[in-house]
Nanobody
């Protein structure tokens, strides 16, 4: 299993980023996928999960209405659209399937 996240960076409060996760080594379309994050000095926090078909998703309350998870099963890619970013969203973001994680992509929200 390989998960490669990308799309992180430095953004001002209120800005947007779109994270991507390229998946390989397993049947992507048969697995629920998730995004999690780890803020500096804190534990891992679940953010969102999407079902196999991409038709249903769940969100952490603090990101609901601002973040949107989606997937492209034809291209084995998971996405996280993040809008209206806040400083408290600063973290390393990881995509996750079962016990597997990627290397993460860093998101910094700061003016």
């Amino acid at each position: 299993v390989q998960l490669v996240e990308s799309g992180g960076g430095l953004v001002q409060p209120g800005g947007s980023l779109r994270l991507s996760c390229a998946a390989s080594g397993f049947t992507f379309s048969s697995r629920y996928m998730s995004w999690v994050r780890q803020a500096p000095g804190k534990g891992v926090e679940w953010i969102s999960t999407i079902n196999k078909e991409g038709t249903s998703s769940l969100y952490l309350n603090s990101v609901k209405g601002r973040f949107t998870i989606s997937r492209d099963n034809a291209n084995n890619t998971l996405y996280l659209q993040m809008n209206n970013l806040k400083p408290e969203d600063t973290a390393i973001y990881y995509c996750n399937v079962q016990q597997y994680w990627g290397q993460g992509t860093k998101v910094t929200v700061s003016s």
